[in-house]
């Protein structure tokens, strides 16, 4: 009896030393059939990951294999453009004909909205250019800002600190001549919004900055969109919907440019930071003849530099080390 329990024991812990082994390997087994049917499909070319081959590997490819890391937003209207980036869900805004009273109202119109597209955006996509015209248009139809074009362009141009609406008008840009091609661009895009062509992607965005700066006001504003070189904004509550933008455009335009038609020179550079003036070598100054004129004298050769370096203390044997054998 004593044998057979033994051997009946010694069974019983093979068997357990079995089962473990199993529950050691059977993972491994299990898994490697899914990984050779990959592999397989690979090579049928029925399942191709570039992530997972070599030669379309390079530092940084993670970064464009990362599944939905580029899918919109959820509720946001994407638009087909590489120069539009939406932010928000937003909604167009009203759609509405903005026509002068007179022809000198509209043709006031119309140019003072080519300025502000051309000074704000002239290098800017044609989405850029409608935005900038949109916010301008979106301010006319606000109680917050005047109610025509010329007004809303040119708020604040007669401030000196460079605090106007829109910087253009009062920071000196004007004083450039505009480039024909690009100002009948900018032209263009601001007859189309005037005829009531309204660009959906800023909805109702009545700021906007670059994106070079981050003013204090953006912090208090609802980002919309990015479009070009550009991030735009709207009011938050009621001012930034649709029930907000109730002014009718009256179709007059009292004023077609800044306030002010001068404005500050650049500063200019200091003296002292231009370096010493040129002094043209001595062997280039005329010599003096021999009978000089009379109250004429030969400008004497300028003093040879003071540096006040320290004499070298390299060895002599060692000064002419890296130079070149001949």
């Given amino acids: 009896m004593p044998a057979f329990a033994w051997f009946q024991g010694w069974k019983g812990h093979v068997a357990i030393a079995l089962i473990a082994l199993l529950l050691l390997v059977a993972p491994r087994l299990i898994t490697a059939a899914p990984l050779d049917m990959l592999d397989s499909e690979q090579a049928n070319g029925r399942f191709v990951d570039p992530a997972e081959e070599s030669g379309q590997n ?28 939406g932010l928000e869900a937003v909604k167009a805004a009203p759609a509405a004909i903005f026509r002068g009273m007179s022809a000198l109202d509209s043709y006031r119109a119309l140019n003072c909205l080519t300025s502000a597209i051309y000074y704000e955006a002239a290098n800017e996509p044609d989405e850029g250019q409608r935005a900038v015209a949109q916010v301008v248009l979106n301010r006319v139809r606000s109680p917050l800002w005047p109610n025509s074009v010329c007004g809303v362009v040119y708020q604040g141009s007669e401030r000196t600190d460079f605090h106007c609406q829109f910087t253009f008008s009062c920071d000196g840009s004007m004083a450039r001549m505009p480039v024909a091609a690009a100002w009948a661009r900018a032209r263009r895009v601001a007859q189309d919004a005037l005829n009531g062509q ?15 700066v981050r003013p204090l006001w953006s912090s208090s504003l609802q980002a919309v969109a990015v479009i070009g070189a550009h991030i ?32 500050p020179a650049k500063p200019v550079q200091p003296v002292e930071m231009l370096g010493a003036p040129y002094m043209p070598p001595a062997s280039a100054l005329p010599a003096p003849s021999a009978a ?16 006040d370096l320290p004499e070298s203390t390299i060895r002599p044997e060692y000064r002419n080390s890296g130079r070149p054998l001949i």
């Fill in 232 to 263: 735009f904004y709207r009011n938050p509550g009621f001012n930034g919907t649709a029930a907000a933008f109730s002014d009718m455009y009256l179709g007059r335009e009292t004023i077609s440019g800044p306030a002010r038609t001068s404005w």
């Fill in 198 to 212: 309204v660009y959906a992607p800023v909805g109702l965005a009545t700021h906007y900055h670059t994106l070079a």
């Fill in 58 to 85: 390079f530092p940084g490819s993670a970064f464009f294999y990362a599944e939905g890391a580029f899918d919109p937003v959820p509720g946001v209207d994407t638009v087909q453009s590489e120069h539009v980036l």
């Fill in 292 to 307: 000089p004129t009379p109250g004429w004298s030969a400008p004497a050769a300028p003093a040879a530099p003071q540096d």
